[in-house]
Structures are given as structure tokens and as C-alpha cells.
């Protein structure tokens, strides 16, 4: 499957048209932004790494009965994925606090979070991604009552099945973010999953190896993308 015109280039990826109108292309690059795109740079090879953990991430959930947007890798930098009708609110999770959490309510970082908290946030740059509820979301039409509902489930089962995964391999799944979209009458979960869009720490030490790094220049920003890819990816 080779990429025709491009589609749409957003901050980490480009999405690319193929022969087949059903299927695209996401090619994920090096750029990496963080604080609405103030801040950018460049993680050498987190385009590559974040493509394999992503493909790892969706065929283990693909197994596990969760049904996504993912076809195939087709390379280091290119995903197959089924052309998906983007629904614009992010489904976030949380295990354990950190980011924006800590700062709107103050809240200690590192807090236990039992049960998960799970939020909504418009997908919108020029507003900065606000925080959102059911109540908007309903009235805005941004998704039906039926879909907020699958978002809510799905959600909730990725994060127990991410957590039990990243836990087998010695991270802790401190938080992340989700998107779906529409295929063909059918709700899939789009996007890529990486620690781009995860928070994930050492579950021993507690060091964070994820977008942070990046964030807060904390240093080893691609030493841990790629510790992150070697746990995920490795054999052993
Ligand atoms: N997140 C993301 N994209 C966004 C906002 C958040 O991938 O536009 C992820 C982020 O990496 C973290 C989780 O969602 O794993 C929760 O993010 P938070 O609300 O704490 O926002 P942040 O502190 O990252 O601005």
C-alpha cells in the first residue's frame, strides 16, 4: 500500500491518502511539541519508536477485544490505519496524579487515584483543549448519548488492560489520552499510543519515561523513549 497525497500534517504525525478510501496512512514524525505548541523540538527517532510501541499497543488491544483503527505497520514510520471521521474530545484516564490534575485541584503528584478519574477535553489547539462534560458534549452534538457511553466503557477497559500490560513490564501507567473516531458506523480508537500521549513511570524508581522529560527538560529525553520502546518491543 504506497502513500498518495498527503491529508493533513498535525503536530507528530501526517496522514496520507491511499488507493483504497477506506484506508490511510499515518506517518509519525520526530517533531515533538508540548504547552499548545510553544515549546518544540526535535526526539531524535521518537517517530520510529512511538510507531512500533503504537503497533505493539493496538495489536495486543486488537486481541483483547478492543477494536481500533490499526491494520498493519508498514515500516518504521508508517501505520496502515482505517480512515476514521475523528470524534474532537479526548478521553482522558488517570491512575495516578500528575499534569494538569495537580495544578487545577492541588493535588499532590505521585497521588494513588482509586478509583481511575476519567475526563473529557474538547480536541481543539486554538482553545487550548478545554476540559469538558457529558453535558457539553450532548449539547454541541460533538458525540451521540450512545457514543459518550462507549467512550466511557472502552475507555475504562483500555486503561485495565494498559495498566496490566505496562505493569507486566515494569511501568507504571500513571495516566493517558484516547481518541476515537467514526468507521464505517462503527466507534474504533484512533491515533497512536506512546509516551507522547501517556504519562509512564518506573514502576521501582518512579522516573518518568515519557513526553515529560521533554516537557520539563529533565534530560535522556530519547535514552527513555527508547527504554520505554525496549520494554514494550524487546523479546525478553
Ligand atoms: N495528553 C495528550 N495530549 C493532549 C493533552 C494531554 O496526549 O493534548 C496526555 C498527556 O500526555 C497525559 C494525559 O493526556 O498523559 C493527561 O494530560 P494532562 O491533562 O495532565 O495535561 P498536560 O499536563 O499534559 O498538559
Not at 481500533?68 to 471521521?85: A, F, G, I, Q
Not at 485541584?105 to 462534560?133: R, V, W
Request: hydrophobic share 35%.
Amino acid at each position: 500500500m504506497k502513500r498518495q497525497e498527503q491529508l493533513y500534517e498535525g503536530k507528530a504525525k501526517i496522514i496520507y491518502a491511499t488507493e483504497d478510501p477506506d484506508l490511510v496512512i499515518q506517518y509519525f514524525k520526530d517533531d515533538a511539541t508540548a504547552f499548545d505548541g510553544i515549546k518544540k523540538g526535535t526526539i531524535v527517532d521518537k517517530g520510529v519508536i512511538n510507531n512500533h510501541v503504537s503497533t505493539k499497543i493496538f495489536q495486543y488491544l486488537e486481541e483483547k477485544g478492543v477494536a481500533t483503527h490499526y491494520v498493519e505497520r508498514l515500516n518504521d514510520r508508517e501505520m496502515l490505519v482505517k480512515s476514521l471521521e475523528i470524534i474532537p474530545v479526548e478521553v482522558v484516564f488517570r491512575n495516578v496524579a500528575a499534569g494538569s490534575l495537580c495544578k487545577r485541584l492541588g493535588i499532590e503528584e505521585a497521588k494513588l487515584l482509586d478509583p481511575p478519574i476519567q475526563e473529557f477535553f474538547l480536541k481543539d489547539d486554538p482553545l487550548h483543549d478545554p476540559m469538558i462534560n457529558e453535558s457539553h458534549i450532548k449539547t454541541f452534538e460533538w458525540a451521540t448519548e450512545k457514543e459518550v457511553a462507549f467512550l466511557k466503557t472502552s475507555g475504562s477497559k483500555v486503561n485495565q488492560l494498559l495498566t496490566e500490560f505496562f505493569k507486566e513490564r515494569g511501568i507504571r501507567l500513571v495516566d493517558f489520552k484516547l481518541e476515537y473516531g467514526r468507521h464505517k458506523g462503527e466507534v474504533l480508537l484512533g491515533d497512536e499510543i506512546s509516551p507522547d500521549g501517556c504519562r509512564l513511570w518506573d514502576w521501582e524508581t518512579g522516573e518518568k519515561m515519557d513526553k515529560d522529560r521533554f516537557r520539563f527538560n529533565l534530560g535522556s529525553v530519547e535514552e527513555k523513549y527508547q527504554e520505554v520502546y525496549n520494554l514494550v518491543c524487546g523479546e525478553g
